[in-house]
């Protein structure tokens, strides 16, 4: 009988996590997707950007699960409404720019340590990140290093009955054109995602991570599926 693998795929709703589950579909994994609320301002657009990819990509399950405390610990422009959220100019996109305001606390960490409880769970093989070369210019948690130290963590994280997952990023080395390029070819919906920092009903398009979305589109030469309510260029 052949074992089917299983897959948690930590998906925000945005391009490059559902990049990431549709390649870890088509590597025939069951999906199990995974999203966290954590106070995030677009957490009800994220979630319903979450279902939608869900029941395109076939997911087994649909597992939501909510970190609180990571909006009440602060200190980000992403969950502290009375912070300000870089728009247009205010957006740093120097190649050596500092970590932003809208950066979350080890985030990803929390996230990766969440998921890796729920793929113990369920005996999950592998556990798929959207972490990528464009995200990682300014946040470490990105990074192929971050990834290599993390499953060696995990290793000794999980009961000693169990085999671990292993975290698996495959757009690790990619910037947001090709990883858009990428989800042309494994059919991703690019269609239902949703990107924007702030959380409105159309993308702002002036944020941090809509600008990265309209650039991606823009260089890989892709029509843009999103409606944006500001589409000023940014330099
Ligand atoms: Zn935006």
Redesign the pocket.
């Known amino acids: 009988m052949v074992m089917t693998k299983i897959a948690v795929c930590v998906c925000s709703g945005g391009i490059d996590s559902t990049v990431a589950a549709a390649i870890a579909s088509r590597e025939g994994y069951d999906l199990h997707l995974f999203h966290a609320s954590y106070g995030q301002r677009a957490e009800n657009r994220e979630k319903e950007a979450v279902e939608k990819i869900a029941a395109y990509l076939g997911a087994k399950e649909l597992k939501f699960v909510e970190l609180p405390y990571l909006k009440e610990l602060g200190g980000s422009a992403l969950t502290d409404i009375t912070r300000e959220v870089p728009v247009a100019e205010e957006v740093n996109l120097d190649e050596e720019k500092e970590t932003p305001s809208t950066w979350v606390p080890c985030r990803n960490l929390v996230l990766l340590a969440t998921a890796s409880a729920y793929a113990e769970v369920i005996s999950a093989d592998a556990i798929f990140v959207g972490f990528n070369a464009e995200e990682a210019r300014a946040y470490p948690d990105n990074e192929k290093e971050f990834v290599e130290r993390y499953n060696a963590v995990l290793e000794k994280a999980v009961a000693s009955y169990c085999q671990p997952p292993t975290v698996k990023a495959p757009l690790v080395d990619l910037f947001k054109p090709d990883i858009i390029k990428k989800g042309i070819e494994v059919e991703a919906p690019l269609h239902l995602t949703y990107?924007?920092?702030?959380g409105g009903e159309e993308?702002?398009?002036?944020?941090e991570?809509?600008i990265h979305r309209r650039r991606g589109f823009k260089e890989a030469g892709v029509d843009d599926p999103a409606e944006y309510s500001n589409t000023k260029v940014i330099t």
Not at 195 to 198: F, G, H
């Open positions: 990107s924007c920092y702030l993308h702002c398009g002036i944020c991570s809509c």
